[in-house]
């Protein structure tokens, strides 16, 4: 299966979830004719073990621009989601003069990154993630050959509910029993939704991944969703956990290997609404809060390679979040979750380097 090098095409995959999150993002632009990458068996190693071959079975498309978004639950990522879509959907391809083609979800790039089960793509069953056709299959199938650039908003969290390879109820009922450390080394939190080195590694021949890295304040993540996984305390371990796991995939996909450029980015979301600031009706709070968000629309855009970098309607869906940690835990509970805040010192959020 040959995939055009004329093809253009932009995903916005949407994952997201806990207190500090990921948001992802891939993009490809010039790669050379026909190069296809070795992957070396072991996933958890960087990005520094692809090789390239001169096999010409996974041809590289021309231009790919993939946005993903990836994290934990309770990053206000379903405030974030819109402002990303409202974003692509401004911007127009200054080679064609072609706008962006935005899409909400693509059953094709679910089913080959998430299904557990079904028929689709001509398979009878979901072969594993990084399976080589597989890959092709969904590439081909999510990048028309129309002379745009396709966004596909993809919405899933770390940990998340739902059908997935390996389910968040499986998981969850063991990690409740978990420390955060255990949960960040197990196979089944690796795997949940989908793992992130398999990927990385396998779509990453076609495009460059870039990662937007969201994070919000520990104890208001945990505030967020205080009544899963049987209440805050094992839930805030699972959120630790993937943290964990999430923290030491990005130290280890700072730059792509073969551009040299940035792989992720991060977005602290706390400081787009007005409460971080200060008070709505007060003029100076107010100010402060609406430039973070322009700078917020301004950093991601250039991050991504979007041309557009201003959008005056990319917030008319927000709404600060009136979640206080300090009102709905008790001095117990909240003692116990400030040193888990704590433990994550140095880990969460990830550190950003000059390149």
């Not at 071959?53 to 996974?58: C, F, R, V």
């Not at 993630?129 to 050959?145: A, F, G, H, Q, T």
Request: aromatic share 10%.
């Amino acid at each position: 299966m040959k995939i055009s090098r004329d093809a253009k095409f932009a995903i916005a995959l949407s994952m997201i979830g806990l207190s500090t999150t990921f948001r992802g993002i891939i993009q490809v632009d010039n790669m050379d004719d026909g190069a296809s990458y070795n992957v070396d068996d072991d996933y958890m190693k960087p990005d520094k073990h692809l090789k390239a071959t001169k096999a010409n079975d996974l041809p590289v498309p021309h231009s790919i621009l993939r946005s993903r978004k990836l994290g934990v639950e309770g990053t206000m990522h379903h405030g974030v989601e819109p402002i990303i879509a409202t974003l692509a959907a401004n911007q127009v391809d200054p080679e064609t003069g072609k706008s962006y083609a935005v899409h909400s979800k693509s059953k094709d790039l679910r089913y080959g990154l998430f299904a557990p089960t079904g028929s689709r793509l001509g398979f009878d069953e979901p072969p594993p993630m990084d399976d080589p056709e597989l890959v092709k299959k969904v590439i081909s199938s999510i990048c028309p050959n129309d002379g745009r650039k396709h966004i596909i908003i993809e919405a899933a969290s770390f940990p998340c509910g739902g059908k997935f390879r390996v389910s968040r109820g499986s998981g969850s009922h063991a990690w409740r029993q978990m420390s955060p450390e255990a949960i960040a080394n197990s196979e089944m939190a690796l795997e949940h939704p989908m793992n992130l080195y398999k990927f990385y590694n396998a779509y990453s021949k076609f495009v460059d991944v870039k990662f937007i890295a969201l994070h919000r304040p520990f104890l208001e993540t945990i505030a967020s969703h205080r009544t899963w996984d049987t209440g805050p305390i094992p839930h805030s371990n699972i959120i630790q956990g993937f943290l964990i796991l999430h923290s030491r995939f990005l130290e280890k996909h700072y730059t792509d290997t073969f551009t040299g450029k940035r792989v992720w980015t991060l977005v602290q979301v706390e400081k787009l609404s007005v409460k971080y600031h200060g008070l709505w009706h007060n003029r100076k709070d107010r100010r402060q809060a609406l430039d973070a968000r322009k700078d917020m629309i301004r950093d991601v855009a250039t991050f991504l390679g979007w041309p557009e970098t201003r959008c005056k309607s990319c917030f008319s869906s927000w709404r600060d979040s009136t979640t206080d940690y300090s009102q709905v835990f008790d001095t117990e509970i909240l003692e116990i979750l400030t040193e888990h805040e704590k433990s994550l010192s140095g880990v969460w959020p990830p550190a950003e380097r000059h390149i």
